[in-house]
């Protein structure tokens, strides 16, 4: 019964709608009891030879009217007990999501996408199913189960109830045994569940890689090996919920042998009459709904606790990204300074940041270039307070950014990462994803601004042209020149771009960079590349080693310091008059 307990926040704000519900099914358990005794009292009446047309016409408007008023019961607490499971689910869902929309990175990092969805999906139904299903088999078997005894030893004989109901206890038994054992096997089967969802989500994701590595085969026996697991781990919970039934079958029969035996005895003895028995075999027929409705009780709230306590698991994890309720409201500018002592990733003691320290003043550029692994996307993650957990300061106009409020501070920023996600949307959409209520002509102005209006208007559909999941109908940059257009739609204060020309030539890229000098004069941006031309116009360049500022200057001064950025430049030069004599010839 622990889930009740558990769901009772939900019944205490809902408890006028089950009352209601509960006294339907209360007006239902009464009305049945009417039929079986009108039916009794004919097979009386015909076995006394005292039935007429009038007394069959009066009994059966009697088995009408019950007929009708079961109906309009049947209907108020199906209305009222479902439609409250519903709106369980509907807060659920949207608590969970909200959950989902408010944690940080950490949180992503140690769940994957497959579990996360499998919690959002089967775990809600199973817990649906408790406010709905659950309390409609545990007040039914009660209601149900008690007015029809009651009837049973008022209405016929209390010695011959007895008899009939001695093997009911054995039920409760069963119960409570094989509850224990399916309410681990559902976990591990729920388990079982995410890691397949996760499986089938990551080979759709990455069907390309699969593809073009030739590695079919080897991912459809992959994913028909969990599906074997998966099934393996059901059958176990099948195994025990198929006990179940005929165990209740079993109990039901005992009671019937215990009435035939009895109740026969007792018309030989002339203490009950044969009408008296049929109508007694007719409520002991009524008993097996709630007998059912007990061993269905406890699945359902064996399987709904699992999956509450998987989904609470998620809802009580907490962000470490702490939002100030009482912070800054205002829009973040100014100049901005980054000095980090030290930082390393949760659950990895290695230092990632080590004496990072930079000023961009108000308007300026910076360039932050590095080996892969140097650093240089940790430097925007905090930027971006996607962690907040360093040594150091870092603050815009003056202002610590952890004293901003979150929706103040990160509007103000605009973030193009390499791989940035595109939404099955159409062009339009998703550029004014960050501005729903954005103009054409200011849309066509950032995609001028992105060097993207001659490829757009080579669509078929132009900017209602679907870019499909995740941008799959898109070159690398295309998808890239779309995220700085959708970015700049913003008018962000700050400019993050990491990496996000990678996939452009060199001519395009130089024609963005060009763009974006002329039209965010004014604004500041950074620019972390491995191509260094991305850099070269930076106001300051820094270069990045293990999480370290090993060189600092702008370009010119940089080349004149004989180290790793000049070679690195050096050598880019080199690859691109070498790639470009190949194309001549």
Known sequence: MSIFRKLGWYFKVQWRTYLFGLLGLLFTALLAIIPPRMIGVIVDLIHSHRLTVRLLVIDLLILFGAAIGQYGARYMWRTAIWGAAAKLEQTLRRRLFGHYMNMDQTFYQKYRTGDLMARATNDLQAIQRVAGGGILQFADSIITGGTTLIAMMTLVNWRLTLIAVLPFPLLAVMAFYLGQ??????????????????????????????????????????????????????????????????????????????T?????????????????LVSFITYLSMMIWPIFAVGMLFNTM?????????????????????????????????????NVESFHYPDDEQVTLQRVSFTIPAGKTLGIVGRVGAGKTTIMRLLLRQFEQYRGTISYGGTNILDYQLDAYLPAIGYVPQDSFLFSESVRDNIAFAKPEATQSEIEAVVAEAGLTEQIAQFEDGYDTLVGEEGVSLSGGQRQRLAIARALLIKPELLILDDALSAVDAETESKILNNLHGERAGKTTIIAAHRLSSVMQADEIIVLNHGTITERGNHAELMAQNGWYKQMFERQELEMKVR???VEK
């Open 181 to 258: 054992k399916i309410n681990v096997a559902f976990r591990d089967s729920q388990a079982a569940f995410s890691r397949l969802n996760n499986k089938a989500q990551e080979s759709i994701s990455g069907v390309k890689v699969i593809k073009s590595l030739g590695q079919e085969q080897e991912d459809i026996d992959d994913f028909n090996q969990q599906v074997d697991q998966t099934i393996n781990v059901n059958r176990r919970v099948n195994r025990l919920d198929a006990m179940f039934d005929p165990i209740t079958t079993l109990i039901i029969a005992l009671a019937y042998v215990a």
């Open 260 to 276: 035939i035996v009895m109740g026969g005895s007792l018309v030989v003895d002339h203490v009950i009459s044969i009408g008296n």
């Open 302 to 338: 064996e399987r709904g606790n699992a999956s509450y306590d998987r989904v609470m698991h998620l809802i009580n994890e907490r962000s470490q990204v702490v939002d100030q309720s009482n912070g800054l409201t205002k829009r973040p500018s100014g100049d901005l300074q980054f």
């Open 580 to 582: 470009g004599s190949n």
